[in-house]
């Protein structure tokens, strides 16, 4: 008697802000913003990519929902690219301290 | 289809102008937006409200059809000039804001919808399928060693037929080893299809470390909390502690406080840049339940210890 094996694909994904590994041009077209666009969030320090001339850039994944974020600010709240980043600065501060706030909790 | 009464969602009187609309559209934006509000399913609810009658009140044609049809408004009534004219209006934004593109159907009946939908299925392009986002719950040692696990979701899927239906669907995943608190990995092409030829959209899942009595988490660093005894923090001790990443003998100095950290250099999370393993000393004191110990702390006074020096009071 034969023995049935079940076979199950185990899906391996990839860290997302881990690897490093988008190009400005797909961290573009993954974020619908347009490379001039990213390479003001890099001037404003918002993203931060490794390597040295902008076609060595690259971006980690979690840059996408970051991007998306800092659009979502200057749209709807109707502000420049700095108001953005300060919002974004002043939102993962908050994150921290709610992280540090729970932990403190008994 | 319910009519929505614009000036009262924004809270401002029907002869309202530009710069009242503009200002309290910020301050409503502000107080709402999803992304400075994160999980407060009300206030998104309020937001996209806030947005849509903005987009109507802000722009002075709009605003106009808007006073002079809106109250009696009914589905089909629009003409077919009126929508033409809105829809070369779209607002190019791709992809922008958060309440953009999901609008009332009281809305669209009036506007139309043309123009305004990044993410609408009735583009003749090739369209990249939506993003699926999941969160799983795991327990520390599984961001320690890694492991797997059975996920089920519902998902749009793309039926026989051509239509998209939301369908379940059970996927096995690896939980990698060394991932941070609120870390993500992202499954290539497992989100919902694309249309007319484009590719399937990715599937995030979002790890969250679950509460555990001893250890907490925040991104790679994972804290530790350790009760010792007056006697072992005023002489020193070894004491061992077990940890995520194996038993560790811990040397508490003489003369350590509470609330003093130690902190172990790349023992929390085994991420590309290893977390940190802080322990937080915490004296607990023996209670005062017995002869015994009553008496060892009668023999204590003998210290005449002040912890009241500074106040320069006795």
Redesign the interface.
């Known amino acids: 008697m034969g023995v049935k094996y079940n076979i199950i694909h185990v899906h391996q994904g990839r860290m997302v802000d881990e690897e490093e590994d988008l190009t400005l041009m797909e961290l573009s077209r993954l974020s619908r913003v347009s490379p001039t666009g990213l390479i003001e969030m890099v001037e404003e320090g918002i993203l931060e990519p490794s390597g040295e001339r902008v076609r060595e850039w690259r971006f980690s994944f979690s840059m996408v929902e970051r991007v998306r974020r800092v659009t979502r600010f200057q749209h709807d709240l109707e502000v420049n690219l700095a108001g953005a980043a300060l919002a974004l600065h002043l939102l993962e501060k908050i994150v921290k301290l709610e992280a540090m706030l729970q932990r403190r909790a008994p | 289809m319910n009519h929505k009464d614009y000036y009262s969602i924004l809270g401002i009187d029907k002869n309202a102008d530009a710069a009242k609309i503009k200002k309290t559209y910020?301050q409503l934006?502000?107080k709402y937006?999803p992304?400075?509000n994160h999980n407060n399913a009300a206030g998104e609810k309020k937001?996209k409200e806030v947005?849509e009658a903005y987009e109507v009140l802000k722009d002075p044609e709009k605003r106009k059809a808007y006073d002079q049809y809106g109250a009696n408004w009914k589905a089909g009534q629009r003409q077919q000039g009126q929508q033409h004219q809105y829809q070369q209006q779209g607002n190019t934004?791709?992809?922008?804001?958060?309440?953009?593109g999901d609008y009332s159907d009281f809305f669209e009946s009036m506007f139309g919808s043309g123009g305004h939908r990044?993410g609408s299925g009735r583009s003749p392009f090739q369209q990249k399928g939506e993003d699926v986002n999941a969160s799983l719950s795991i327990p520390i040692e599984e961001a320690y060693h890694g492991s797997?696990r059975t996920i089920t979701f519902t998902t749009p899927t793309l039926s026989p037929d051509g239509q998209v239906e939301n369908k379940k669907k059970t996927?096995?995943?690896?939980v990698?080893k060394?991932?941070?608190n609120g870390?993500?990995?992202?499954?290539?092409g497992?989100g919902g299809p694309g249309q007319n030829g484009g590719a399937a959209g990715d599937?995030?899942?979002r790890f969250d470390i679950e509460k555990h009595p001893i250890f907490?988490v925040?991104g790679a660093d994972v804290?530790l909390t350790l009760p010792i005894a007056p006697w072992e923090a005023a002489l020193g001790a070894k004491i061992n502690v077990s940890t995520p990443a194996g038993a560790v003998k811990l040397n508490i100095p003489t003369g350590s406080a509470s609330g003093q950290k130690m902190r172990l250099k790349g023992m929390g999370i085994p991420?590309?840049k290893p977390g940190n393993l802080y322990v937080e000393l915490q004296i607990v004191l023996p209670p005062a339940e017995n002869d015994k110990a009553r008496q060892l702390y009668q023999k204590m006074q003998e210290l005449n210890f002040n912890p009241r020096e500074y106040f320069g009071v006795s």
């Not at chain 2, 934004?93 to 953009?100: D, E, M, N, Q, R």
């Not at chain 2, 996927?171 to 690896?174: D, G, I, Q, R, Y």
């Not at chain 2, 870390?183 to 290539?188: A, E, F, M, P, T």
Request: charged share 25%.
């Open positions: 910020r934006a502000r937006h992304d400075v937001f947005v934004y791709a992809g922008g804001g958060f309440g953009g990044g797997s996927l096995h995943v690896k990698p060394g991932i941070k870390g993500k990995i992202r499954l290539k497992q599937m995030y899942i907490s925040e804290f991420a590309k």
